[in-house]
């Protein structure tokens, strides 16, 4: 089975160069030592510095893929390829470098190179403690079954948060009673996934691992929103047993998803949410900085109230965001609840302009550089909406496995606006499950593209 790590693998080798190119910088232009300004063949320095990095980080590229290490772990190990990355560098030194190279530089950008890390990684991990602690990035789950190997797992959870994983409880199955406390029985995993915020269920009990079980329990989890992971133990996945899945490190164990869709891979997660944040970083900038103030005056002329209309949707792994728009609507009590209708009253006459060019949607770009949302994806939802759908529409949550767009598959082929049939939302969902099952970077940009140009992105808008 494959592993989801060269794409990582690159990302952490660009990552180190950068480092490594402005310790060389700042040293040539700040150095307490000596003054390199006027050093000679400046730039065979930097070259021989990159390929020096380059090649102790193939012969040692250990990495924490996760960012779940505990810190000294980290510094353990960017300190062994630093040993290495010493006598590498001095070697190609002899070779690359003029006779008479000025070692003192050598030994001056190394040593801040170094430095400059350890600074890094600690900021980067007391980030991370602090996204833990305020549960941004906990998956909250539950394990199926209470046998040995069962809570081994939840005490190796409970012991070890970084990991990312917030331990519920336990569900029983097949039928066994338990003398240890349990959540519930997997029968009753809707209600049970509701009552706890459970969004990823972990099993042991190799008698799952079949493609008749796996079916069955994956059409259960479907139904709540839930992902599934099989946790890898006593070498069950042998290269005989295999089902063309990708294993997920997650540092003590491994897990073998089921059910994967493009998204689950860490490399394109990261290359989808570098294109959110350059994107919207440029909107915010180079439009939503001007167009804000004559927005909100507009806004303000036309009727009493807030400039931002912002409303809980139901986002990534079924959790609650506050998504924001420009208010198109006079203030009502029914907002939360009722779609805006053709002809609605409460739609004022800039909010009638806005709906019609999309104008409203445009804070969402706030939501995407956050984090809450991507600049495609299927569209988030008003909570009463995801109850309401979720019990009318099978597998309507699966559409949650991914983070909501301000744009998406569905919009541009006219599936938007006022759902007052249940087949306008189930061809919504229809085409959400496409683009889950199918995604590609390519995708994203032809949806945007057909968003601005399309005639279909703008069926059904006001």
Same mark, same amino acid.
């Given at each position: 089975?494959?592993?989801?790590?060269?794409?990582?693998?690159?990302?952490?080798?660009?990552?180190?160069?950068?480092?490594?190119?402005?310790?060389?910088?700042?040293?040539?232009?700040?150095?307490?030592?000596?003054?390199?300004?006027?050093?000679?063949?400046?730039?065979?320095?930097?070259?021989?510095?990159?390929?020096?990095?380059?090649?102790? %980080?193939?012969?040692?590229?250990?990495?924490? %893929?996760?960012?779940?290490?505990?810190?000294?772990?980290?510094?353990?190990?960017?300190?062994?390829?630093?040993?290495?990355?010493?006598?590498?560098?001095?070697?190609?030194?002899?070779?690359?470098?003029?006779?008479?190279?000025?070692?003192?530089?050598?030994?001056?950008?190394?040593?801040?190179?170094?430095?400059?890390?350890?600074?890094?990684?600690?900021?980067?991990?007391?980030?991370?403690?602090?996204?833990?602690?305020?549960?941004?990035?906990?998956?909250?789950?539950?394990?199926?079954?209470?046998?040995?190997?069962?809570?081994?797992?939840?005490?190796?959870?409970?012991?070890?948060?970084?990991?990312?994983?917030?331990?519920?409880?336990?569900?029983?199955?097949?039928?066994?009673?338990?003398?240890?406390?349990?959540?519930?029985?997997?029968?009753?995993?809707?209600?049970?996934?509701? $009552?706890?915020?459970?969004?990823?269920?972990?099993?042991?009990?190799?008698?799952?691992?079949?493609?008749?079980?796996?079916?069955?329990?994956?059409?259960?989890?479907?139904?709540?929103?839930?992902?599934?992971?099989?946790?890898?133990?006593?070498?069950?996945?042998?290269?005989?047993?295999?089902?063309?899945?990708?294993?997920?490190?997650?540092?003590?164990?491994?897990?073998?998803?089921?059910?994967?869709?493009?998204?689950?891979?860490?490399?394109?997660?990261?290359?989808?949410?570098?294109?959110?944040?350059?994107?919207?970083?440029?909107?915010?900038?180079?439009?939503?900085?001007?167009?804000?103030?004559?927005?909100?005056?507009?806004?303000?002329?036309?009727?009493?109230?807030?400039?931002?209309?912002?409303?809980?949707?139901?986002?990534?792994?079924?959790?609650?965001?506050?998504?924001?728009?420009? $208010?198109?609507?006079?203030?009502?009590?029914?907002?939360?609840?009722?779609?805006?209708?053709?002809?609605?009253? $409460?739609?004022?006459?800039?909010?009638?302009?806005?709906?019609?060019?999309?104008?409203?949607?445009?804070?969402?770009?706030?939501?995407?550089?956050?984090?809450?949302?991507?600049?495609?994806?299927?569209?988030?939802?008003?909570?009463?909406?995801?109850?309401?759908?979720?019990?009318?529409?099978?597998?309507?949550?699966?559409?949650?496995?991914?983070?909501?767009?301000?744009?998406?598959?569905?919009?541009?082929?006219?599936?938007?606006?006022?759902?007052?049939?249940?087949?306008?939302?189930?061809? $919504?969902?229809?085409?959400?499950?496409?683009?889950?099952?199918?995604?590609?970077?390519?995708?994203?940009?032809?949806?945007?593209?057909?968003?601005?140009?399309?005639?279909?992105?703008?069926?059904?808008?006001?």
């Amino acid at each position: 089975m494959k592993t989801d790590h060269s794409g990582v693998r690159f990302f952490y080798l660009l990552f180190d160069l950068l480092l490594l190119n402005i310790s060389v910088y700042m040293v040539f232009f700040n150095s307490p030592m000596y003054d390199y300004v006027d050093l000679p063949q400046r730039n065979l320095y930097i070259l021989h510095a990159n390929i020096s990095e380059l090649l102790a %980080y193939i012969i040692y590229s250990k990495q924490n %893929y996760y960012f779940t290490d505990s810190y000294t772990e980290r510094v353990k190990s960017f300190s062994i390829r630093f040993i290495i990355f010493l006598p590498t560098l001095f070697l190609l030194a002899e070779v690359f470098l003029p006779e008479g190279y000025h070692k003192g530089f050598l030994l001056e950008y190394t040593g801040f190179f170094f430095v400059l890390k350890v600074a890094v990684f600690y900021l980067i991990y007391k980030f991370q403690q602090f996204r833990y602690k305020k549960g941004y990035a906990h998956h909250r789950v539950a394990i199926l079954g209470v046998g040995n190997s069962d809570l081994i797992l939840g005490k190796l959870l409970n012991d070890n948060p970084s990991l990312g994983f917030k331990l519920a409880g336990y569900l029983s199955s097949k039928g066994l009673q338990s003398d240890f406390a349990t959540l519930g029985n997997l029968d009753d995993l809707p209600s049970l996934s509701e $009552r706890y915020k459970l969004n990823m269920l972990f099993v042991t009990d190799p008698s799952y691992f079949t493609k008749e079980n796996t079916r069955v329990l994956l059409s259960k989890c479907n139904e709540t929103g839930m992902r599934v992971r099989y946790v890898l133990t006593k070498g069950y996945w042998s290269n005989n047993n295999r089902m063309g899945r990708t294993k997920e490190s997650a540092r003590y164990f491994e897990m073998f998803n089921p059910q994967e869709i493009p998204l689950d891979s860490l490399t394109l997660r990261t290359e989808k949410r570098i294109f959110d944040i350059l994107f919207s970083a440029a909107v915010i900038l180079f439009i939503f900085s001007w167009l804000f103030p004559i927005m909100s005056l507009l806004i303000k002329l036309n009727s009493r109230g807030p400039v931002f209309f912002k409303q809980q949707r139901t986002g990534i792994n079924n959790k609650t965001f506050w998504c924001y728009k420009f $208010r198109t609507m006079t203030v009502n009590s029914e907002s939360d609840s009722k779609q805006a209708q053709v002809n609605d009253s $409460r739609i004022t006459s800039i909010g009638h302009f806005m709906r019609k060019t999309n104008i409203d949607e445009l804070p969402q770009f706030i939501n995407v550089f956050l984090g809450n949302m991507s600049v495609v994806g299927p569209r988030p939802h008003m909570l009463k909406h995801t109850e309401q759908y979720s019990e009318l529409i099978r597998h309507y949550k699966v559409r949650h496995f991914v983070k909501p767009g301000i744009t998406g598959w569905a919009q541009v082929n006219g599936f938007r606006g006022l759902t007052d049939e249940l087949w306008k939302m189930e061809k $919504r969902v229809e085409y959400d499950m496409e683009y889950l099952e199918k995604w590609n970077f390519i995708w994203d940009i032809k949806i945007i593209f057909m968003t601005l140009f399309g005639n279909k992105a703008y069926e059904n808008a006001g």
